[in-house]
C-alpha cells in the first residue's frame, strides 16, 4: 500500500502541518509550496533552499503526485498532447498549446474519466462516463506539464475530457488552487460546459469571476437536441434565458462556442438564426472547425461557409474569432481526445 503523502495539492497550511508535525521548522513550508507550484520541480533535491535533512525527509515521506504522465506527443505545431495513468489504471488527457505571436501558455486539462453527455460528434463521449477526478487529480495536470517543460502555464481552459459543471465542487476546488496557489488569474482561466442549467445557476451564485464558455453548437432546440442529448434535459431557449441572467448576476460577458460541421449546423439560416437568439446575450463567439475523426461521420465546414457564418454574426454585432486549430496530427484538437490507451479498460 503506498501511503506517502501527495504534495501536488496541499495548500500552505496543510504543508505547514506536515512540516510542525515532522519536528521541521513551520517556515520551510513556504519555500516547499513555491517549489511545487510556482517552480514545479521535478525531484525533491532540486529543493535547493531546503536543508538535506529536510529533504531526505520529504523523500522518505512524500510523493509530488497521484497521476504519473503515461505519455506524450508532440504535434509539428508545437502543441503537446499528455496521457496521464492515474492511480487506478484510467487515463485521462490534456493538452499544452504554444502560439507563436503570443507569450501565454494555455493547458487544457480534463475534469472526468470518459464523459457522460454523449454528443454525437465527439470522440470523448464514445469511451462513456467513467468517474469524477480528485480535485488534486484535476490540479495534478498542471503540475505535471510545468515540471515536465519547465514552464510556466499562463492559462487554463477546461475543455478536456469530461463536463466540468458534473465534477462541481472539485471543479470550483481546483480553481481555488489554480489561483492561489499558481497564481493563475481568474480570468485567465475558461471553463466550457455544454449547458447544466442548474450548475450555471449556481455558478452565478459564487460571483464566478472566470470565463464560462458554452458548447452551443446549433441556432435552435432542434438541431441542437439531434447532436448533443444534453438538449433533451436542458433546453435551447432556457438555456439562453439562464446565461442572460448569469451575465446579469456577474457582470460578464460568455463564450459561445459553435462548432461548425458540414451540413448539420453550418448554412446561412443557421448564422441568421443563431444571431438572433443571441442577440440580447451579452457574448463573444467562438467558431470551431469541426476536427474529423474515424469514429464519427461528421465532417469540416467549407472555408467559405466558414466565412460567411462569420461575417453573419459580425454583421448582427457580434465579436467573432475563429479557434487556430492545434495538434490535429496527434489527435490533440477538440473533441479528439480520447485516450485511445484507455480502451484496456474497455
Ligand atoms: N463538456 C464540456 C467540456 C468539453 S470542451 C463542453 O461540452 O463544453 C470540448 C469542446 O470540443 C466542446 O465544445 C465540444 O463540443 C467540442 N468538440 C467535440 N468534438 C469536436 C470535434 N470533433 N471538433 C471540434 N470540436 C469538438
New binding site residues.
Partial sequence: MDTKVILAGKNLEELEKFMIDNNQSKFRAKQLYNWIYLKSVKEINDMTDLPISTRELLIEKTQFCSISIKDKQISKDGTIKYLFELKDGNYVEAVLMRFDNRANLTA?IS?QVG?A?G?D?????KLGFKRNLETEEIIQQIYLIQADTGLKITNI?????????LNFNNLIGSIKILREQFQIGARRIT?????IIPKIKELAELDFQSTL???L?APNQAIREKI?P?AKEYKFDDLIKELKSYTQKTGRRVTI?Y?L?KDINDSVNDAKQLATAIAKLKSNVNL??????EK?N?KKPLKETVQKFKYILEASGKKVTIRLERGADIDA?????SSKKSCRNS
Avoid: D, K, R, W
Avoid at 481552459?157 to 459543471?165: A, F, I, K
Avoid at 484538437?333 to 481526445?337: P, S
Fill in positions: 487544457c475534469t464523459c453527455m454528443c460528434f465527439c470522440a470523448t463521449a481552459v477546461y475543455m478536456g475530457q469530461g463536463e466540468p459543471l471553463v466550457s460546459t455544454c449547458g464558455a458554452i458548447s453548437h448533443m444534453v462556442e462548432v460541421m470551431i472547425l469541426y476536427n474529423q475523426n464519427s461528421y484538437a477538440c473533441g479528439q481526445l
